[in-house]
């Protein structure tokens, strides 16, 4: 009877070893797993920031452009583009 209680307990630390083992491992792959999708997300974000800022350069170089070819109305542009943001502005007010 001691012997058994002995024998199981003996089995009973060997399981818990195993499960310790088992638990590292597993806390290895999840933690690798959650690093390698952080890193393509990041990869992602770089890739459309890249492509945003290259996007917005251009956008910045053709409203130049624009403004160059064209001061007069872009004058008038401006100011009637600011008077009718004024407008709906002050309608929600009233």
């Known amino acids: 009877m001691?012997?058994?209680v002995i024998r199981d307990m003996d089995r009973l630390r060997g399981e818990i070893d195993d499960m310790?083992?088992?638990l590292r491992t597993l806390t290895r792959t999840?933690?690798?797993f959650g690093s390698e999708k952080g890193q393509?997300?990041?990869d992602t974000f770089e890739r459309y920031r890249r492509r945003a800022r290259k996007q917005a350069r251009r956008t910045e170089k053709r409203i130049e452009r624009q403004i160059e070819e064209r001061p007069i109305?872009?004058?008038l542009t401006a100011f009637c583009a600011?008077?009718?943001i004024a407008k709906l502005l002050d309608i929600g007010r009233a």
């Open 20 to 22: 310790r083992r088992d």
């Open 82 to 84: 600011g008077f009718l």
């Open 73 to 75: 109305a872009s004058i």
């Open 2 to 4: 001691a012997i058994d």
């Open 30 to 32: 999840v933690r690798d």
């Open 40 to 42: 393509r997300a990041l």
